[in-house]
């Protein structure tokens, strides 16, 4: 069983930047690929990022493309969504997820594959 742990979301002005960290527990963090999701008041949740096991293949929701980077560090078992350009669209409650996967397993978007997940942080952004 895999705890996930999250934080850094807050209250931002349109325009700055966040980092969200999301550290592991009670697994071999560096057999699962990860991902970030997100949640808006009365919207179902969407794909914001991933990436495979190795960190070699990321994607990336179109709506975050060239503001927001994935990343991890498995010597402290621990991921992390740097958001930078922030924009009031981008409010929303953000969850990390992991999944078990193979090092050559692309990423996914979808979040039933998915097998354990954080307990969300909410960021928002103020216009």
């Known amino acids: 069983q895999v705890q996930l742990v999250e934080s850094g979301g807050g209250l931002v002005q349109a325009g700055g930047s966040l980092r969200l960290s999301c550290a592991a527990s009670?697994?071999?963090?560096?057999?699962?690929?990860q991902g970030w999701f997100r949640q808006a008041p009365g919207k179902e949740r969407e794909f914001v990022a991933a990436?495979?096991?190795?960190?070699?293949?990321?994607m990336y929701a179109d709506s975050v493309k060239g503001r927001f980077t994935i990343s991890r560090d498995n010597t402290k078992n621990t991921m992390y969504l740097q958001m930078n350009s922030l924009k009031p669209e981008d409010t929303a409650v953000y969850y990390c997820?992991?999944?078990?996967?193979?090092?050559?397993?692309?990423?996914?978007?979808?979040?039933?594959?998915?097998?354990?997940w954080g307990q969300g942080t909410q960021v928002t952004v103020s216009s």
């Open positions: 997820a992991v999944r078990r996967s193979l090092i050559t397993t692309y990423p996914s978007l979808d979040p039933a594959t998915y097998d354990y």
């Open positions: 009670g697994g071999t963090f560096s057999t699962y690929a």
């Open positions: 990436s495979s096991r190795s960190g070699g293949i990321e």
